[in-house]
Every structure is written in C-alpha cells, then in structure tokens.
C-alpha cells in the first residue's frame, strides 16, 4: 500500500463534492488504528463514512473488497453502499488516481444480523448445526413458544398463575436475553435457587410502617425464586424444539456465530484477512452478543465505531447505553487511549430546536465518560420556530396541535405527530379531523385502530374466546345491529342468569355458586356470548327474555344466528375465514359505500399483510395464534423504527421509538406532562419481575443497579436493600426516557411544537413535565409556564358522565334519512310512472354489457405481478373483484418465497427495502413451514442451480426493493428481486433481474404478457434512483430451467399507461 497521495479536500473538490468540516476531515483521513466517533443526530455520518471509505481507496491504504460497513437497518446499509459505489465508480471513471480495480469488487456493506448469519451458514457444520436451517419470524417463534406453554403441565401453568400470552412472552424474552448475553441457563437456575433458599423462611422484624413495603419486596423476590428455574426449563424447551425443527432466529444466528468464533481460530483468522478496514455504524444500539463477535473477530484492527450515547434508546431489546463507553476496552489496546472523534455540527436541525435539545442533553453528558461535543448548528442554518402550547384540557391540547399543524403544511411539507405511546391520541386524531388536516397512523398499531378493523379484530375475538364481552358490546351497539344500551343490560342479566344455571337450566346449590364466585377463574363467571347463543336458540316463550325488547329480541337473534354461522367456519383456511368475516358483516361494501371513511378499503387490503405473513409461517396457524400474535406483534412494532417514508402533506402519527433515523419539516410533540414525557418513574423495569434475565447475568452488569438481597437478613432489610435498587433503577429511566425526548426533538428540520394541558382523564392535574420545565427555565420559549390550571376539579368530569353511548352512526342526518327511508317505504310501486318503460330498457342492457365495461372499483394496492391480468382477461379480475375468493396457498408458492429469502440473504450487499435486521422483535421477515421431503429437495436443487448461474458471482446494488408506483387511483406495488450494475457501450447501465421457480413462457404470447412485470419494474427503478428508463435492461431467470430470458422489447411508460387505460377507462395519473 502506498502513502498519502490526495487529501480529503482535493479528493471532494476533484469528485464535485462540498469540502469536509474540519471534523469530518479528521475522521476521513484518520489513521488505520480502532476509533470511536461520536456522531450527533443529523451530523451527516453517513456522508462521512462513505468519504472516509473512498479516501482509503483513493490514496491506496486499502482496496475495496477489504471493507466491511455494518448497521441496523437495510435501508441505512442500503443509503451507504449505494453512496460508496457511486463515488468510487466516479473516481475510477475520473481517473483521479491511477487505481488496479476489478469492476465487480465492491465494498461489503450489510447488517450485523445479515453479517452474523453469514458466519452461521458458512460455518454452522463445524459445530454440528444445520447451516440451511429455516429463519424463525416473529409470528413463528410466538406461535412455537406458546405451544411450549400449552404444553407444559398443568401443574406448572397453575403453579405460576399466568394466562397463557403472559407465559409466552415471558419464553420468549428470557430465551432470547440468554442468547443476547451468553448467559448460563444452569447458573441462571442455580442463582434463582439461591434465592429462593435465602428468602423463603426469612423473618419479618418490622417495626410497624416498614411492613408492607418490606412484605412487597419480599413477595416479589420469592416469585423470583420460585418461578426462574420454571421459565428457564421451558426457555431450553423453546430452544431445544427450533433444533429438533430445523428452525432459528435472529438472536441465535449472533450466540451461535460467537460460539463458531470462540471455538474455531480458523475463522477468526479468515475475517481478519479478508477485511482490512471495518466501519460500525449506530454503535450506541449493539447488544451483548454482538459487541462480543465483532470484538472477538477485529479487536486490535482498524474499527471505526460512530455512534451517539445520547441516542440510545432501545435498552429494552439489548442495547445498552454504556455500551459505547466500553469501544475502548473491546478493541482498542485500552480505554484511556482509544482514539475519538466528534462530528458536531447538525446539518438537519434550526437553532432554535438545537438549542432545545442541548437544554435537555446537559445533565446526559456531564454523566458521560466519553466526550460528547454540543451539537451547533451549519453555518447557514435559519432560527427555525420552536414553540409551546399549554392548555386546560385534552382537548384544548389537541385543538391547538391541530391548529398549528393546519398553518404549516401543505402538498410539499413533511410532518409528524411524535408520542412516547400511542394511548390516548383519539382527541388529537379527532381534531386533526375536525380541522381538515390529513394524517396517517403509522405501522400496525395504526391499521389496528382504524374502524373497520376493530370491527373485524372484534368479530374474529367473539368467534374465538366465549369471554369476549367488551368486543361482542361494541358490534352489537355498532350500525350493524344497532341494540339499544336497555337491551345490552337485559343481556347481562340473561348472562347473569345462565351462570347460576347448569346445563337444564336449573338453578345451582348455593355452595356451587359460592365456589364460582371465589373463583380465580374469570372464564367461569357470566359471558355475554353465551347469553347471545342462548337467545338464539330459546324459545319464544322463554320467561327470561322479557327482559329484552321486542326489537332488541330480534335483532339479537339475527346477531347470534349470524355468528353462529361464522363461528361454524373457525376451522377454515385464516384467511378465508377473515375473507367471510368481512363479507358476512358487510364490511367490504360498506368500506366502498361509506365516503367518510376513504381509508376502510385499503385498512381491509393492509390487513391482509400481517395476516398472510403469520399464515406462511404457521404449519399449525389458529384464529388463536393469530388474535394473541397481533398484540404482541402491535406492542413490538409500536416501539421499533419505522421504515415508512415521509409523506408530503400528510401528518405522520407514531412513536418516538419508531422515528429513530427519521425527519420532518414539522413537528409536534404532545403530551409533555408529568408521567407522560417523561413517563412515571414506576413504570422502570428490572429484573425482580416475572421472566426477566437477572441483572448478574448480563453483559453490562457492571454499570447496572444492584440488588444485595445477599446480605439481608430480614423482610426489613431486603425491602430496604430493594428500594435502594429501585431508586437506582428509575434513575437510570429517568435518563432514558431524557435520550427518548432529545430524539424526538431532534428529528424536526425547521419548526417545533411541544404540548401540555392539565387534565385529561386523571383526578389530579398534570402540570408540564420536566423537560419542559427545562427548557422553559432556559429561555426556549420566550415565556414562563402557567404555574398551576385554572379548574381545581377536573372540567372533563361531568362530560365524561354524560358521554353519548352507543354513537348514533347517521348523527346529526337522522331525522333526514329517517323521513327520506319512510318516504321511499310508503311509495307504491305499482303506481305507472312516465319513465317505466325506459327503465325496463336501461336495465336490460345494463345486464348485457360485458363484464369488462362495468364500474368496478379497482384496489387501491396491485402487485405488478397481477398487472398481466387485469390486460390480459379483464372480465375474470372484475368477477373477483365484485366477490373475491379466497385462495389457499399453494406449495409452489411457499417454495418461491423460501428460494427469494434465501437468494437476499446470501447477498452481501443489503438492499434498500425499508426493514429493520437489527432484531427479530423489528423484522417482518419471511416465514415458512418445515418442508416435505420433495421441496426440500427441490428447495437445494433451486440453490444449487443458483451457484452455477451468472448471478452467483455478482454483487447486486439492491435486493428485494420495493417501490410503489401511483397508476390512476391505485397503486401498483412493484418488489424487485435484484439490480445489478452492468457495463454498457454507452456508458454505465443496470440490469433488473426477476428470479422464477416456476415454468418458462410456453410461447411468445405467454413471454409477451410476462413482460409487464419487468416494464414496471423498469419504470419503478427510473423513478426510485433517477436512472434514465432508456439505461436499465431487464431479464427473468427461470431458475428450475437455468434459464435466463431477455424480453427484445420492453413497454415503455407510455405504453403501460394507454393499456393500463383501455382495461380500466381511465388514465393513470
């Protein structure tokens, strides 16, 4: 390797780039030796990693193939690449610097999760493990550790007490934090029995006021003690049955890459030859197990960590803050010594919202070991507009947020509504409706709340769980049935009747009836459910149903004999039944009927997604399984990153936890009241809880609270000991939930809004919590806090007892559609009309005309792999789209997407598809059952023939890219296996590359067809990248048949449009 030969300013000025800060400089022509950047939010590391890599290049310190780039997400590793191939193309083209290159070397850029499996697949043999073993999703792993609790004895369910979803989650958690720490099951057991043995005849010794607190901490240690080595048994259970399935998750991939490492010099060897030059981005989130590979892999090498302490926010998945503090230790030569580096100056945020957020890092840095400069502001940056809003109420809070946000966006502007928790945002999406102001739910939790979705989740719940009483309510005072708040009591007191009733109806012995109602058991007691079947199948003359009104009666009958119907069909295909649910409920109609509600349609579609994805992955899928994966599957994703992208105009609603690595122009923050932002205190986790690693156990134990119930020797003493742990604890909450507010207002790029009110549902008022206390103290705001509410009462309370309850659907238009109904049923239709004949004639041939001419409502989401069909048989697709049917998944299909998954995995180069691999809790991955015997045969012939192909050998720029494409008024989803670069005579070109598991084209009609697909995919990439359409090529490779097919001619845009218009009537937009 030479010596420096081009700085990093010739070097940005030579490529057309804007010249490094003195910082950024720093950090790009850094010497080869292990160093830390510390990287405020919106510093532009990204830019400066990607500038580092080719400066290395350029001045021949390293060659390309010899990087390593890692992070979280695939769009962060996706962004990076992309920028590193870009510029070293440019600076081989440019000839800037005489450079020996191989084309199709590229910089390896990827994520930890996709790195550690790498180590997985290619070593796993040499520790007896399968390397093509199947990767568990999430809806997987949390339909097999539930069954591991099903299983389990009944003496152990009922010896912990716990519902079945507490159970399984408890698996899970403990299960993956033994991987995520390298923890010892068996010392894991030994300590909780140390526990149990030194507490379980511990004296009380209280004097007097110290004996509840010192009863509660006692209490909680024996529950420890008592059920750890219960839970860690079944975690080996979980564990055992992924092995003895050929399944494994993400969280394993790490452990056991770490295991490979430990025990086989070998390897460790191999990585350190092949990568030279290693960069670790978002360093604050890596976890235990993590930390420990890469360590074990590059220590002593050049490591260039960038990271911020003071954005480390997923403590709760693994990640801890202190991590960062500790580079020194895991590959340097010592802490002290540790070269840093600071990039300080925010190319994102205004003054105003910088000056904010350092007001709120002040007390986070003065704790941090290593040097965190104060982020300032780019020279040319504006004063931007942080404001405060403090209110009375609720929803005077959400008026003004709405209000705010009415004045500052418009089609071009990004915005978001940014909450610590998504309960509680009903005023606020109220008001932005009141107010005219779009706004979007993000991700999972959102589509779980839009109307007809609850109606539909409620249906799905009362169809499977007999106990489902609040869900049952809300469809029967729904529009569909309409019961009256009267007759829902006369089915309580029918309900109440029945469970003081056997199965002849007659009355219990008070002894039996004593016994349930001392019960533990809530499933003995009355259900609604029950009382609705029961309605249905009494007679007429039953003395019990007086209590109900002769319409709620038949209205109720109607309701029970229809989910009895539904219920009848439980044992279907999950989807299939969802399809019914819908159909019988008439919610697809109304989704189109109903102008209001213009997202109920595609919510309907989206629905679709989680569900197909929990299906896939199910050999043994259940209305159940699926009910008890959807909450925890909306818990999950409402605290991981969101990978939706900004949507102009439209207000985005999410968690601060989910817009980690995002921005907006504007935005609002509500809810900054004490035991909201920050949250209450009690609300801080540890480990003296039920499923939880102890703290001993834990890779950072050394900058964790501890608990010495060691040295107690009374209920006293260890209640003591244990409020000195707690306060511990909720310190270090304090300074988390202190990080989750300077994320928040760091993501605004030019205007900010902070909320407060008072009172919303509490007795006691809440006053501005204590960051904005801060802030306001420091001048922020230009005005002081109100010091206390105007009411000394909640104001909220007597509206709240007069709340009308069930909403009337029609409202304010009752009396109008109720007079226009009667007239319309009073009319004789007998009554010869001037216009009877032409009707006849109207109707006549509204029946003939072709199927294909009909209003029919397009979806809003199409697949590009469906287009085809819209042209080529337009009468089939409108036929299932008036009543779509549902269509069982076929093994071919589940064969492909198992081929598809493993073809991106194996990809070195991350794609730019918006999922999170940074854990499994944050990857809607692919999901598939074990396989028969023939697919799995057919599955390592597909591979197989894959390492023969062209394909093996090149590295694509993306893999599985997704991009959405507006065509009229829907939108055509178009999922790109592959971009490849490809060398052309006019100059620099790309290449789109469709994999198939099934039969090539039979003819050219069949290809012709075909081709659409690849002319969207066309046109998606040009749009996406900005790459001249005229400059991508595209192909198929029918993998079966090894055999690569390059269409002659490809549609243009034009061309899709003018057929896209002559099926559906309409020019796309």
């Not at 490094?20 to 405020?40: N, R």
């Not at 309960?423 to 409706?433: Q, V």
């Not at 409620?458 to 007759?487: F, M, N, Q, Y």
């Not at 194996?906 to 944050?922: F, G, K, N, Q, Y």
Request: aromatic residues 6%.
């Amino acid at each position: 390797m030479s010596e420096f030969q081009i700085s990093a300013l010739e070097l940005a000025e030579r490529l057309g780039q804007l010249p490094p800060t003195e910082e950024q400089q720093a950090i790009i022509e850094a010497p080869l030796e292990p160093a830390l950047v510390i990287a405020g939010a919106g510093s532009g590391k990204t830019e400066t990693m990607a500038n580092r890599v080719v400066w290395l290049i350029a001045n021949g310190k390293v060659n390309i193939n010899e990087i390593l780039g890692m992070t979280f997400t695939r769009k962060a590793a996706g962004e990076l690449g992309e920028r590193i191939r870009k510029r070293v193309a440019k600076l081989v083209a440019e000839k800037i610097v005489p450079l020996d290159m191989d084309e199709l070397d590229q910089a390896t850029v990827t994520t930890y999760n996709s790195f550690a499996n790498r180590i997985y697949s290619q070593y796993a043999v040499l520790i007896g493990r399968d390397p093509d073993a199947t990767v568990l999703g999430e809806a997987a792993a949390w339909q097999l550790a539930r069954s591991i609790a099903r299983e389990g004895t009944g003496e152990v369910l009922s010896d912990l007490d716990k519902s079945l979803d507490v159970l399984t989650e408890a698996i899970l958690r403990l299960s993956r934090a033994i991987a995520d720490n390298v923890a010892d099951p068996a010392e894991i057991v030994s300590f909780a029995r140390s526990l149990d043995e030194h507490t379980v005849n511990m004296p009380l010794d209280v004097p007097g006021s110290r004996k509840s607190a010192a009863v509660d901490a006692w209490v909680k240690a024996r529950e420890v003690g008592t059920t750890l080595p219960v839970l860690v048994d079944l975690a080996i259970q979980f564990s055992e049955a992924k092995r003895r399935q050929g399944l494994i998750e993400y969280s394993d991939q790490v452990a056991l890459a770490l295991e490979i490492c430990h025990r086989f010099d070998s390897v460790v060897a191999d990585f350190r030859s092949q990568f030279k030059v290693v960069l670790l981005d978002e360093y604050q989130d890596t976890s235990v197990v993590q930390t420990k590979l890469l360590s074990m892999l590059f220590a002593q090498t050049p490591v260039m960590a960038v990271g911020d302490p003071h954005q480390s926010i997923y403590g709760w998945r693994g990640a801890s803050a202190d991590n960062i503090e500790q580079f020194g230790a895991a590959f340097g030569a010592d802490v002290e010594n540790t070269r840093t580096y600071s990039l300080s100056t925010s190319w994102r945020n205004p003054v105003g919202v910088l000056a904010a957020a350092n007001v709120l890092v002040t007390p986070l840095t003065a704790k941090t070991q290593v040097p965190v400069e104060q982020l300032r502001a780019k020279p040319d940056a504006t004063q931007g507009e942080v404001e405060l809003s403090v209110t009375e109420t609720i929803y005077d809070e959400a008026d003004a947020v709405a209000q705010w946000l009415k004045a500052r966006i418009n089609e071009e502007t990004t915005s978001a509504m940014l909450c610590r928790s998504l309960k509680g945002i009903e005023p606020f999406k109220r008001a932005l409706d009141e107010y005219g102001v779009p706004y979007h739910v993000v991700g999972l939790g959102g589509l779980l709340d839009e109307p007809v979705i609850v109606d539909l989740v409620c249906t799905l719940r009362v169809l499977h769980d007999a106990t489902a009483d609040s869900e049952l309510v809300r469809l029967l005072t729904g529009a569909r049935w309409a019961i009256a708040p009267k007759d829902i009591v006369g089915l309580s007191e029918i309900s109440k009747w029945m469970s003081e009733r056997d199965h002849r109806q007659q009355r219990l012995t008070d002894e039996v009836r004593t016994a349930l109602r001392n019960s533990v058991v809530s499933e003995d007691g009355a259900s609604l459910v029950d009382a609705l079947d029961f309605v249905v199948s009494a007679p007429e003359s039953h003395s019990v149903l007086e209590k109900l009104s002769a319409t709620g009666r038949t209205r109720l009958k109607h309701a029970g004999e229809q989910i009895a119907r539904l219920r009848r069909r439980v044992g279907v295909d999950l989807r299939e039944l969802v399809t019914i649910v819908q159909q019988e409920l008439l919610l697809d109609i109304e989704a189109v009927a109903n102008e209001s509600a213009a997202t109920a349609l595609s919510s309907l579609e989206a629905f679709m997604e989680p569900l197909s994805a929990y299906v896939d992955g199910e050999d043994r899928a259940t209305l159940g399984g699926f009910l008890s994966w959807l909450k925890e599957a909306e818990r999950r994703e409402r605290l991981s990153p969101q990978s939706a992208p900004a949507e102009p105009g439209t207000v985005q609603i999410m968690t601060i936890h989910g817009a980690k690595g995002l921005e907006w122009d504007v935005v609002a923050i509500p809810r900054m009241v004490k035991d909201e932002l920050p949250g209450n205190r009690t609300r801080a986790e540890n480990w003296v809880g039920f499923g939880r690693l102890p703290f001993p156990f834990r890779g950072d134990a050394m900058h964790l609270p501890v608990f010495n119930w060691r040295s107690a020797t009374t209920q006293v003493e260890l209640g003591e000991s244990y409020d000195a742990f707690v306060e511990e604890v909720r310190v270090r909450y304090d300074d988390e939930q202190r990080r989750l507010a300077y994320v928040a207002l760091t993501r605004a790029k030019h205007s900010l809004l902070l909320s407060a009110s008072f009172w919303a549902t509490q007795v006691t008022p809440r006053p501005p919590g204590i960051f904005v206390q801060e802030l306001a103290a420091a001048g922020i705001f230009g005005h002081e806090l109100p010091e206390a509410p105007e009411n000394e009462a909640n104001p909220l309370g007597d509206d709240e007892e007069t709340v009308t309850w069930p909403l009337d659907p029609l409202g304010s238009r009752r009396d109008v559609v109720t007079r226009a109904a009667e007239a319309v049923y009073v009319a004789n239709p007998a009554t010869p009309t001037p216009w009877d004949s032409e009707i006849e004639l109207l109707l006549t041939e509204r029946d003939k005309r072709n199927i294909a001419d009909a209003d029919i409502p397009l979806p809003e989401r199409i697949p590009a792999s469906r287009f085809k069909d819209f042209i080529d048989d337009p009468q089939a697709v409108a036929k299932s789209l008036r009543r779509p049917l549902p269509e069982r998944p076929f093994r071919a299909t589940a064969l492909g997407t198992l081929f598809h998954s493993w073809v991106e995995e194996r990809s070195t180069v991350s794609s730019h598809i918006d999922l999170v691999d940074a854990h499994p809790d944050e990857l809607d991955g692919v999901e598939a059952d074990s396989l028969v015997s023939a697919d799995e045969q057919t599955l390592r012939s597909l591979k197989e023939t894959f390492e023969r192909s062209q394909w093996a050998t090149r590295k694509p720029v993306a893999v599985e890219l997704e991009v959405n494409v507006p065509f009229g008024n829907s939108i055509i989803i178009c999922k790109i296996d592959a971009i490849y670069e490809v060398e052309g005579s006019d100059g620099q070109r790309f290449e789109i590359v469709d994999w198939k598991t099934g039969k090539a084209p039979k003819d050219a009609a069949d290809l012709e067809l075909k081709q659409f697909q690849l002319a969207l995919y066309r046109l998606a990439y040009a749009r996406w990248s900005g790459v001249p359409a005229e400059n991508i090529d595209a192909a198929f490779y029918f993998v079966a048949e090894d055999k690569v097919i390059r269409p002659e001619r490809i549609y243009s845009e034009s061309e899709l449009e003018e057929r896209w218009s002559s099926v559906t009537g309409s020019m796309p937009r």
